[in-house]
């Protein structure tokens, strides 16, 4: 399976969890995100029931990731990359998978501060910043067929 994240902004870590759901066994840990100046610890699990069924917790998967591929994108690219079951193809992600809040600035302008950090469930690795690399770099314009997009 491919999924083409390319140039795609986010989502939501919820939706994260459930589309990792279908690739991914039951009950296994994503993410953690710490609330900024709190203690507390929000985590992020795959779902005991998807819809239709799981897809496979064994076929291959591969995620076309771009310099635009951020927020909650880059969180699912990020955390099939770290639980090793996909590759990732394409550029550096963004570094803005931490979740925020809107807030007024003036009508009708909004703002989005960022309110948690996310975490790798094993390594306590920050993404946000940072990114996620891809095992196999080419730029965005790239065709996933292409001798560069595959490292050759």
């Known amino acids: ?12 870590p919820g939706m994260v969890a459930m589309a ?6 039951p009950g296994t840990k994503l993410n953690s995100f710490r609330r900024r100046g709190h203690a507390e610890v929000d985590q992020s699990w795959t779902l ?5 069924g799981s897809w496979s917790n064994e ?6 990731t771009s310099r635009e ?3 909650g994108t880059e969180e699912f690219a990020y955390d099939l990359q770290q639980l090793k079951r996909a590759t990732i193809a394409g550029e550096r992600t963004w570094g803005g ?33 940072h990114g996620c690399a891809a095992r196999r770099q080419g730029g965005a314009g790239e065709r996933a067929g292409s001798s560069k997009a595959h490292g050759t």
């Open 20 to 25: 990792a759901s279908y690739l991914l066994p």
């Open 48 to 52: 005991p029931f998807v819809p239709g």
């Open 97 to 129: 998978a931490n979740p925020g809040m809107p807030f007024p600035i003036d009508t009708p302008l909004l703002g989005l501060r960022s309110y948690r950090d996310s975490r790798e469930p094993d390594l306590g690795d920050q993404l946000g910043g």
């Open 1 to 12: 399976m491919i999924f083409d994240l390319r140039g795609n902004g986010g989502g939501a």
């Open 59 to 64: 076929k291959p998967v591969y995620v076309l």
């Open 69 to 71: 591929t951020a927020s």
